[in-house]
């Protein structure tokens, strides 16, 4: 079976572009996960969404973060405009999200992302 | 508010001993799910155990297994024949036992593994 699939594994760009981050989560999952991990802050959780509607956003920095999940089979997180302290790796995970026992979270690859 | 503690920023073992990596949490809820992650050099996360706040074992994934202390809040990873390529960063976690609440990460334990 295929894992979280994320995409692009690795972006650089400039300051002010505009970056978007997807994120395919395990089929029949019903809850994903955005997270973010930096060597300061270490492993942050920006957004979580419960089948298809976002539960918690508390965790996205600013409003120049957004995040969407149109269906049940994709997800994105939009960054613009970009900064350089946005650099950082962005882990999308999801969870079978049926009632309410701890769940194991299941985690992509990361996108590096790079903003000079 | 709930809160993840891995003290040890860095543990060196050789391989084939066993090493145990602390983690110590801190939450009012009494029904919550402990796991331990393995992050490689190459990045991903990897889920190597769980443990349930109302599980009466410790829970036990072939090498791996998790000294679960309720009364001192602390879940430590134990892992038994160290090989070289457990040599990672470990991560133990928290989530509350409600639907849709998600993970929170300690800072992390770096395990070197030598021969």
């Known amino acids: 079976d295929a894992g979280v699939i994320q995409s692009p594994r690795h972006e650089v760009t400039e300051m002010g572009q505009e970056v978007t981050l997807r994120c395919k989560p395990i089929s029949g999952h019903n809850s994903l996960f955005w997270y973010r991990q930096t060597m300061m802050r270490g492993l942050e959780l920006l957004i979580y969404f419960n089948n298809n509607v976002p539960i918690d956003d508390s965790g996205m920095p600013e409003d120049r973060f957004s995040a969407k999940m149109p269906n049940a089979s994709f997800s994105t997180l939009k960054i613009q405009p970009s900064e350089p302290r946005d650099s950082a790796v962005y882990f999308c995970?999801?969870?079978?999200?049926?009632?309410?026992?701890?769940?194991?979270?299941?985690f992509g690859p990361g996108t590096r992302l790079l903003v000079l | 508010a709930q809160k993840i503690t891995q003290t040890q920023p860095g543990m060196f073992v050789q391989e084939k001993e066993a090493v145990t990596l602390d983690c110590t949490y801190d939450?009012?809820?009494?029904?919550?799910?402990l796991f331990w992650y393995k992050q490689p050099s190459s990045g991903e996360m990897i889920f190597l155990i769980y443990q349930g706040s109302y599980d009466q074992q410790n829970a036990t994934e072939g090498r791996y297994s998790l000294n679960f202390q309720k009364a001192r809040k602390s879940a430590n990873l134990v892992i038994s024949a160290s090989q070289l390529g457990d040599s990672a960063m470990y991560f133990c976690a928290m989530r509350l036992n409600q639907a849709g609440t998600a993970l929170i990460f300690g800072k992390g334990t770096t395990l070197s593994v030598s021969s």
């Open positions: 939450t009012s809820d009494p029904s919550y799910g």
């Open positions: 995970a999801s969870s079978l999200g049926r009632g309410n026992r701890p769940e194991t979270q299941y």
